[in-house]
């Protein structure tokens, strides 16, 4: 008989299927249920595999012993986006600071500080989990 990785009969749909993921019950609970994460890492998450297939990242990667598919645990994806939110947070104040030394025009120079603060704000309410209050503490700071 053939090693079988997919429930048969009856509950064979409880929990969904590869080809149809939202078929799965509707009165289901996760025991421990995913982290809440930032819109960015959300993103990233959803999207990582599909951008990954496509450079070919399953010949580095080791197929689950059972279900001999490739997985992305997604630990992975949202050290990926800590790392990249790390290295991009101390960019911008710096960038800003480039930019405003290169620039002699005190009104261009506010048109600049305007943006750069919009991009700010952006970035933290996308990149990160704060608050509106967080967010505008930070901006008018």
């Known amino acids: 008989m053939g090693k079988t990785t997919t429930l048969e009969g009856d ?3 409880v929990w969904g299927a590869v080809t149809a993921p939202k078929a799965h019950e509707t009165d289901l609970i996760a025991l421990r ?3 809440k ?6 993103l990233v998450a959803e999207h990582a595999t599909k951008v990954l297939n496509i450079f ?7 197929r689950h012993r059972v279900h001999q598919v ?6 992975t994806i949202f050290q990926f986006t ?10 911008i104040p710096i960038a800003s600071i480039a930019v405003l030394y290169r620039v002699h025009l005190m009104s261009a120079r ?8 919009l991009v700010m704000s952006v970035c933290l ?5 704060a608050k509106r209050a967080e967010v505008f503490a930070v901006t008018c700071a």
């Open 70 to 75: 490739v997985t992305l645990s997604d630990q």
């Open 82 to 91: 800590f790392w990249v939110l790390s290295i991009l947070a101390p960019l």
């Open 56 to 62: 070919g990242w399953e010949r580095w990667k080791k």
């Open 125 to 129: 309410k996308v990149m990160t989990d």
């Open 110 to 117: 506010l048109v600049i500080i305007g943006i750069f603060n």
């Open 37 to 42: 994460e930032d819109a960015f890492s959300k």
């Open 11 to 13: 509950d064979g749909m």
């Open 33 to 35: 249920p995913r982290r």
